[in-house]
């Protein structure tokens, strides 16, 4: 009888389910979420004209200029959802002040910016992390230990050379950073480049989004300010070290 049971018991327990994991369970459903708001979310820029004239900025421009109160939204939406999957950043940061005056501009960009940093990082750790890992770049890899160091700053420093690249998100998607270092990282990383193109406007990129020969001293600028930065942060750590 007790042998019967026995048999029983461990019947059941091969047939129970497995409890999925709640982490588990969270990060599918964002997953799902995620999927259902990009598809969501082209459907209705394609829909309302948002997405035309991607290829220039200045008829993206005149595009979301035509949307009137509605282009605030669109701007934003068209730059989350596009950019992470192909379509360079500038063409958003570059229509923006030819759209709207400077400071909301830079306001616009800086919250188009980090939507689609999220939503590139998001996609890179919920939906196809595996398969994105495989494809990182040697050029990124080499910056795994520094992230394992000092995750903050190296994200910091990333946004300040590189800016925002697709490959960029799905890197630090992939990598072992937590969402709140990713994001504030990449927040005050995007600050210096977003106000001067967003200050300057027209005058850095021509119609295609390509430098005009005015932008150089401007880059140049923002590359000696980074570099200095980079410098400076190497020697306040070796100068910790040796206190320490």
């Not at 300040?160 to 994001?183: A, D, N």
């Not at 193109?197 to 005015?214: I, M, N, P, Q, W």
């Amino acid at each position: 009888m007790r042998n019967g049971i026995s048999r029983m018991r461990k019947n059941q327990m091969l047939v129970e389910p497995i409890p999925v994991p709640r982490a588990v369970r969270i990060a599918r459903l964002l997953a799902l979420a995620l999927g259902i708001s990009i598809a969501l979310g082209l459907g209705l820029a394609y829909r309302f004209g948002a997405l035309h004239g991607l290829s220039n900025p200045h008829a993206f421009a005149e595009a979301v200029r035509g949307l009137g109160a509605w282009g605030y939204l669109w701007f934003i939406l068209a730059y989350a959802l596009l950019q992470p999957f192909g379509v360079p950043g500038t063409v958003f940061i570059v229509a923006a002040p030819l759209i709207w005056p400077w400071p909301v501009a830079f306001a616009l960009s800086m919250v188009g910016t980090m939507c689609a940093s999220v939503i590139g990082f998001s996609f890179a750790r919920f939906v196809a992390r595996d398969w994105l890992s495989a494809r990182v770049p040697e050029r990124l890899r080499k910056y795994e230990a520094a992230l394992e160091r000092q995750a903050f700053r190296t994200v910091l420093v990333l946004r300040l050379i590189f800016w925002m690249p697709q490959v960029l998100h799905f890197f630090l998607g992939v990598s072992r950073v937590r969402f709140s270092t990713h994001f504030w990282g990449s927040l005050l990383g995007y600050v210096p480049p977003l106000f001067l193109v967003s200050y300057l406007g027209s005058e850095l990129f021509d119609a295609s989004g390509k430098l005009t020969a005015r932008a150089w001293p401007v880059t140049g600028a923002l590359l000696a300010f980074s570099v200095s930065l980079i410098f400076g942060l190497r020697a306040y750590d070796k100068r910790q070290r040796a206190t320490s």
